[in-house]
């Protein structure tokens, strides 16, 4: 469990502040994945550091696990990082170290005897599908396997939270899908709370329960996937996307519709009821349909011809279950 | 000790230049003064090694901050890093084997012989090793430091554990440029009152124009350095798993 409470976090450097977090407020289920995606910038790996408290916050609290991490120091701090694995996109393996050594350096400061903590390590190894490297240099691995070794190290103290900062961002698809699915078994198997940093929305379709949008250092969406997928935000939009390159563009008079629809509305024939009411064929310009959190969802712009009746459509198509936005005062608005 | 003061002897006349190299009497001069200048390379390459890695790490971790107490952060900025390290390093040898004589009298009784020259060898090379431990540190990836400190690792684990051993292949190639760097100070610090290669080169190639011996010295030096420099790259290698 994580509950991040009205947590900032503001970087004095050269004169200038920067307010990196601004009164951000979370809460991570138990054995949940969240995500958190944000363009660059927008303090995603400030708020890690925060929780992990490689950065002070300026105000706020943080707890995991039922304490408050941001009011720790000394031993108690380095006591409570144990229960916190952080994983990292560059892995940051030690390179003077084997792969097990690496793996069993948390042990091996938590003063754990060596041939323990070496067993418990070529266990994670094995866990993490990299048995047989054991005495492999991070040098001698490979982009994922590197990772796999930094999520087996993250793991080797029993943390209860397991936090991933792009973890894929460094990877080719193919490690990437793989290292998605070991995080997951790995939630499955230790029933983990993971909280996933990412600017990819595949990870989020494939990886996680819920997601948070941070934007400039504040949370604009939360939710569970399918919450978020359904409130027809900017989430939805890039979880969502129609593909650009296919849109037609509009003849004068045309105005677009964008019709959003979730679970068994998918199935609804919202374009002929659409060309019922304006009494003509309504094209559609682009259209994605997409498998999220369990169910699907689809995405379809229309276009109306010059002199429809445009609150008739979008009144009818609501009452079939869409959520209808107009795209270009969406845009504009957002 | 000072055994390679120039023997006593009547050298033959100057035609034949390499005259002096046939007398066993030259070789044993030359063999007492090699011993001289491997103790005052190893006796201050020692103490250079172990003050400079306390010194080197002190400068590091006081500029990284979050590691040492805060109040040791600023008094070693200014102490350490601008005082002893920025100011000696800026003396050139030579005037700091001149300055430090008295001192040296003062720690171990006399500024003659290869023991009094180790200590402004070591006073020397000091502040020198210790920026390339500095600077061997700062260059360990600061994620790696970020993944050692939230598993949990004390000050003392971070320095050790990891900044150290990182920094091990940096630390290892630094060590041996120190030597070296000491194989050529201990040339000077021979002049100086120490003894050692350098002094029978002075004094045979300078003093009598006795070029086969100083040649034959240079033999030796250059083969010493090069031996450092072998034996530090293949250590350097040995340690450097990136
Ligand atoms: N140590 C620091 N000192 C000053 N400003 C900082 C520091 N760390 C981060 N910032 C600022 O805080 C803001 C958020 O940075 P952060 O690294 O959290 O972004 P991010 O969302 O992780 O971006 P990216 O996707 O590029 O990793 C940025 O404006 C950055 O310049
Ligand atoms: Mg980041």
Known sequence: MITVSHLSKEFVSAGRNVRALDDVSLSVADAEIHGIVGQSGAGKSTLVRCLTLLETPSSGTVEIGGADVASLSGVQLRQARRTIGLVFQHANLFDARTALDNVAYPLEIAGVKRAERRARAAELLELVGLKGTETAYPAQLSGGQKQRVGIARALAADPKVLLCDEPTSALDPNSTAEILDLIRNVRDRLGLTVLVITHEMSVVKTLCDSVSLLQSGTIVETGSVEKVVAANGQLTRQLVPLPALSLTPLRSGESALDILAVGEAVDRPFVAEASRIVGADVPVLAGSIESLAGGRVSRLRVALPAGADVPAVMAALVAHGAKVTDPFLTEVAA | ?242
């Open chain 2, 1 to 242: 000790m000072f055994a390679s003061l120039v023997p006593a002897l009547a050298l033959p006349a100057a035609d034949d230049m390499w005259a002096s190299l046939k007398t066993p009497v030259i070789w044993k001069a030359i063999r007492d003064a090699f011993y001289e200048t491997i103790q005052m390379v190893v006796v201050s390459g020692l103490f250079t090694v172990v003050i400079g890695l306390i010194i080197g790490i002190l400068l590091w971790a006081g500029a990284r901050g979050g590691i040492l107490p805060k109040w040791l952060d600023g008094i070693i900025n200014v102490v350490l890093s601008w005082i002893i390290v920025n100011i000696t390093r800026s003396i050139p040898f030579a005037i700091l084997l001149v300055a430090l004589i008295p001192f040296t009298r003062w720690l171990v009784g006399t500024s003659i012989g290869p023991l009094a020259a180790c200590v402004s060898l070591t006073i020397g090379t000091v502040p020198f090793f210790a920026r390339l431990v500095e600077t061997a540190l700062r260059d360990v990836d600061k994620g790696k430091l970020d993944a050692a400190v939230v598993t949990g690792s004390s000050s003392w684990q971070l320095v050790f554990k990891v900044a150290v051993r990182e920094a091990l292949p940096a630390l290892s190639s630094g060590i041996t440029t120190t030597v070296v760097m000491l194989i050529g100070y201990s040339a000077m610090a021979g002049l100086m009152g120490g003894g050692g290669l350098g002094y029978l080169a002075y004094s045979y190639g300078y003093q009598r124009f006795d070029v086969g011996v100083m040649l034959a010295v240079l033999v030796i030096m250059v083969l010493l350095v090069q031996i450092v420099q072998f034996i530090g790259d293949r250590i350097t290698k040995l340690v450097d798993h990136r």
